[in-house]
């Protein structure tokens, strides 16, 4: 057998794109409540348009989600069908701290996570949480810039003690900031930033990641000092970087692409800043202040495992006449040999074994992957009992070359990983575009791209299928 007896099959998602009920049981409002569907999606996202309050005239798709908030019986119930071991999902900061900076948390959003995490052992189910999934209260932007400022570590230090203290037992899998490398590319997403006019845009984003850092250590040494059996890792937007061709300045501009990425995870693993990032900061007038005590933490409280998403390897040129197509978050050189989604997002099985080497060479630490799938149209059909389902043959193949890749970076080049959540395993509300046609899941939800449905729940063809794969520990992928 190829993958572990407990290897954890489940299936991932985060809160502002699935649970909604964004004004109830006590919630404040969050960075990712005020993104707009729309052109002025990117601008928001990129700190580039501010937006801090609800506007007239837009649409705010986080604000319903798919209604998991009031749905999630129902939901936990089809994973647990499906066979999982796990899920991910994550913490609404503003679920627990509706300000952020409340000297107390809110009672009813910890009884909202302390019902689903019940909801999941019941049917045995693992859950895995991240803490931070492109969430940040409102009022620690208007008060405090957002992730810039130290104040921030301080109350992420807060939350996450409520959280392992809550919930200690019924979660011992944690990830500290969703794929905290985009910060680079989505800095209000990322980190709650605005920019002001003519504000020094770079240093502001690694003054950021600096702070977040520090605060994930901090969450390793609380999560270990609470419960010795809890787990925490990193999350990091995963994908090597090809040299468009052979050229040594397209192997050099590669490596450093790689680097742009690794150097959050070389950090929350090694427990330390690597000389290149050094060397990057002095070049950019950058001190990051460090107390003793700080740099302390991060030596000794380095992650457990390394959680990553992958969707695709990423392609770059120093040349000018090579196409350009979408990608995670950004663009990049498109790659001549791989096929693309119909968002453009290309597709490279063998991408995630090299990923999963370069990984495990870099930092030997287990590997879990929380993140990979195929954002597509779907259309619902008649099922021929009276219900509807989706002949999604496309999303399948696509997992099904994935799962092989990963079963062979595990049994033939002796990979550690722990386990496998696909993104979106119920459709949700796209992160980078805000819809819902750009669907994920096992199971349809019934909405639109207005946020007008039913919000009924089909399963598709693939949910049998991955239920199949689940059952035989990853033996059996065919239809
Ligand atoms: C990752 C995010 C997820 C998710 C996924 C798919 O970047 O962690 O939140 O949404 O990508 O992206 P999209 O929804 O844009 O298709």
Not at 122 to 140: A, M, N
Request: glycine share 8%; aromatic share 14%.
């Amino acid at each position: 057998m190829s993958f572990p007896k407990n290897f954890l099959w489940g299936g991932a998602t985060a809160a502002n794109q699935c649970e909604g009920a964004y004004k109830e049981g006590g919630r404040g409002l969050a960075n990712v409540d005020v993104t707009p569907h729309g052109e002025q999606r990117f601008p928001v996202m990129l700190g580039k348009r501010k937006m801090l309050q609800l506007e007239e005239g837009y649409y705010y798709p986080a604000l319903q989600g798919i209604d998991f908030y009031h749905h999630y019986k129902e939901d936990i119930a089809l994973f647990a069908e499906m066979g999982f071991r796990t899920f991910r999902l994550s913490i609404a900061w503003s679920r627990i701290f509706p300000n952020g900076d409340d000297a107390q948390p809110n009672e009813e959003g910890l009884q909202f996570y302390e019902n689903v995490f019940k909801e999941c052992r019941k049917y045995g189910i693992e859950p895995l949480v991240t803490i931070t999934h492109f969430d940040c209260p409102v009022h620690l932007i208007k008060e405090y810039g957002g992730w810039k400022n130290y104040k921030l570590v301080e109350f992420y230090k807060r939350l996450v003690t409520v959280l392992f203290t809550r919930f200690k037992g019924l979660v011992h899998y944690w990830l500290t900031f969703n794929e905290i490398n985009i910060i680079l590319h989505l800095p209000f997403m990322g980190a709650g930033l605005v920019f002001e006019e003519g504000e020094d845009e770079q240093k502001a984003k690694y003054l950021s990641a600096h702070h977040e850092l520090e605060a994930s250590a901090w969450a390793v040494k609380i999560a270990h000092e609470t419960d010795a059996e809890n787990r925490v890792g990193c999350m990091m937007a995963a994908g090597d970087y090809y040299p468009y061709c052979c050229m040594p300045q397209d192997i050099w501009e590669a490596k450093m692409q790689d680097r742009a990425n690794m150097m959050f995870i070389d950090v929350q693993a090694r427990g330390y800043y690597p000389n290149y990032a050094k060397k990057m900061f002095e070049r950019m007038g950058l001190r990051l202040p460090l107390s003793k005590e700080d740099e302390r933490v991060m030596r000794e409280h380095t992650v457990d495992f390394i959680g990553f998403s992958y969707y695709s390897t990423r392609c770059i040129t120093t040349r000018d006449d090579v196409a350009q197509t979408e990608g995670n978050a950004f663009k990049g050189t498109k790659n001549p040999y791989l096929k693309a989604s119909e968002w453009g997002w290309q597709i490279d099985p063998l991408g995630l074994r090299t990923t999963m080497n370069t990984l495990y060479d870099r930092y030997q630490k287990p590997l879990f992957i929380v993140e990979n799938g195929l954002g597509a149209k779907d259309e619902l059909i008649p099922d021929g009992n009276g219900s509807f389902t989706v002949d999604d043959d496309y999303r399948i193949a696509y997992l099904r070359e994935h799962i092989k890749a990963m079963k062979a970076a595990v049994e033939e080049d002796g990979v550690e990983l722990w386990g496998y959540t696909p993104w979106g395993c119920i459709d949700l509300v796209s992160a980078s575009t805000g819809e819902m046609s750009k669907r994920y899941g096992f199971i349809y939800t019934d909405l639109d791209d207005a946020g007008k449905g039913t919000f009924a729940r089909y399963k598709k063809k693939s949910f049998a299928w991955y239920q199949k794969v689940i059952a035989s520990n990853g033996e059996d992928l065919e239809d």
